[in-house]
C-alpha cells in the first residue's frame, strides 16, 4: 500500500491557484487542496493523509475525513513537520512506502530518515495535472462508450425524430 503524506500550509503556500485563495479565503483554499488530493486518491490508489497545522486553527486536534482522505488538524504547539514524522514512524512497514509532499528542505532530510519517499510541491502539482488529465480521458472513454439512446437507430431515423422534435415536417 502507498500512503501520502502531505504537509497542507505548505503546498497551499506552494501552489500559485491555492497561495492566491488563501490570501482572502484560508478555509477555501483547504477544501480545495482536500478535493484535489481526493481526486489524487481515487486515480492513484494512495491512501492520502493531509496534515495542516494547528498554527492557523487554534484549539484541540482534529481529525476527519472528507471525500475519503483524511484530515488532521495538528494539537496546540504541535507543528505538522512534528506530525508527518511521527506519522511516517507510525505508518511504516514491509507492506507500506510512505511517500512525503512537502518543499520543506528540513522535512525532507526528517523524512528520508524514516525511510519515506518525498515529492516536492512542485512534483506534486505536475502529477496533479497528470491525473487531471487522466481523469478527463476515462470520463470522455465512458461518454463515447455510453448508447445515445436506448433503441439502436440509424442516423437517418435519428434525423426524422430531431425534425419531429423541433416541429419541422
Do not use: C
Not at 485563495?21 to 480545495?32: E, G, Q, S, Y
Not at 486536534?61 to 511521527?86: C, G, L, M, P, Q
Amino acid at each position: 500500500m502507498d500512503i501520502l503524506l502531505v504537509d497542507g500550509y505548505n503546498i497551499i503556500g506552494a501552489w500559485p491557484e491555492l497561495r492566491a485563495l488563501k490570501d482572502h479565503d484560508l478555509p477555501a483554499a483547504r477544501d480545495t487542496l482536500v478535493e484535489r488530493m481526493a481526486e489524487y486518491q481515487a486515480f492513484s490508489g494512495y491512501r492520502v493523509i493531509v496534515v495542516f497545522d494547528a498554527y492557523y486553527v487554534q484549539g484541540t486536534e482534529k481529525k476527519y475525513s472528507n471525500h475519503k482522505v483524511e484530515v488532521i488538524f495538528t494539537k496546540e504547539n504541535e507543528t505538522a513537520d512534528e506530525r508527518i514524522e511521527k506519522l511516517a514512524i507510525a505508518l511504516n512497514n514491509r507492506r507500506t512506502q510512505i511517500h512525503v509532499a512537502t518543499s520543506d528542505f528540513t522535512e525532507q532530510w526528517a523524512i528520508f530518515g524514516q525511510g519515506a519517499l518525498r515529492k516536492s510541491a512542485r512534483e506534486l502539482l505536475i502529477e496533479m495535472s497528470s491525473v487531471e488529465k487522466g481523469i478527463e480521458k476515462n470520463v470522455k472513454k465512458i461518454q463515447e462508450k455510453r448508447p445515445v439512446s436506448k433503441i439502436p437507430i440509424s442516423s437517418e431515423v435519428a434525423e426524422i425524430f430531431e425534425k419531429w422534435r423541433r416541429g419541422q415536417k
